[in-house]
């Protein structure tokens, strides 16, 4: 069975610094399409960033430069690396697997159960 | 950017009621649109794909129609599960997949 599960969130100090991961099991995360995407309290969805298959990724212009998505073969795990974090990127931070596993299909059928970052001083 | 707008942002139906949302894109997509719902304290749910495909699991009551720019979401009989938030996403041109604003359906 495919399950997502995101760890690493908490509270941090604006200009701090969280590393969220996201374990997965049932599928193989080095060569899958694996995204974030973010919700803040009340609001909607809001993407964040994508890795490909073959390891290009992506950054919503809001995180871009702060944010950096890297992921690890043998515990076959997602992690997003988050600095210089501010208010704004108080969320909780969902990751997701693409539906074209080693495709790009664009839109995720399996979610994690989120993780809650609370950036405040 | 490619931009989507739902409508309405909330809806009150009853049991048993067909209800549409709608998603408009601010650039032709094709049929490259998703569907979500997400219940309160969850996870979103992939519902529907390519417009109106539905995804594993997924009742049939629902369906999605559209293409271009104007997609619709239905409900056909609404069921007490229902009851949630509804996004729609585009990934016609990526990045950024982008999200709609989400439409609150309510009892």
């Known amino acids: 069975e495919v399950q997502l599960v995101e760890s690493g969130g908490g509270l941090v100090q604006p200009g701090g610094s969280l590393r969220l991961s996201c374990a997965a099991t049932g599928f193989t995360v080095s060569n899958s399409y694996m995204t974030w995407v973010r919700q803040a309290p009340g609001k909607g969805l809001e993407w964040v960033s994508v890795?490909?298959?073959?390891?290009?990724?992506y950054y919503a212009d809001s995180v871009k430069g702060r944010f950096t998505l890297s992921r690890d073969k043998s515990n076959n795990t997602l992690y997003l690396q988050m600095n210089s974090l501010r208010a704004d990127d108080t969320a909780f931070y969902y990751c997701?697997?693409?539906?074209?596993?080693?495709?790009?299909?664009?839109?995720?059928?399996?979610w994690g159960q989120g993780t809650l970052v609370t950036v405040s001083s | 950017d490619i931009q989507v707008t739902q409508s309405p942002s909330s809806l009150s139906a009853s049991l048993g009621d067909r209800v549409t949302i709608t998603c408009r894109a601010s650039?032709?997509?094709?049929?490259?649109l998703a569907w979500y719902q997400q219940r309160p304290g969850k996870a979103p749910k992939l519902l529907l794909h390519?417009?109106?495909t539905l995804a594993s699991g997924v009742p049939s009551r629902f369906s999605g129609s559209g293409s271009g720019t104007d997609f619709t979401l239905t409900i056909s009989s609404l069921q007490p599960e229902d009851f949630a938030t509804y996004y729609c996403?585009?990934?016609?041109?990526?990045?950024?997949?982008?999200f709609g604003q989400g439409t609150k359906l309510e009892i």
């Open positions: 650039q032709v997509i094709s049929t490259s």
């Open positions: 390519t417009t109106s």
């Open positions: 996403q585009q990934y016609y041109t990526i990045p950024p997949y982008t």
């Open positions: 890795i490909f298959g073959g390891g290009t990724t």
């Open positions: 997701a697997r693409d539906r074209g596993g080693t495709y790009h299909a664009g839109h995720f059928d399996k």
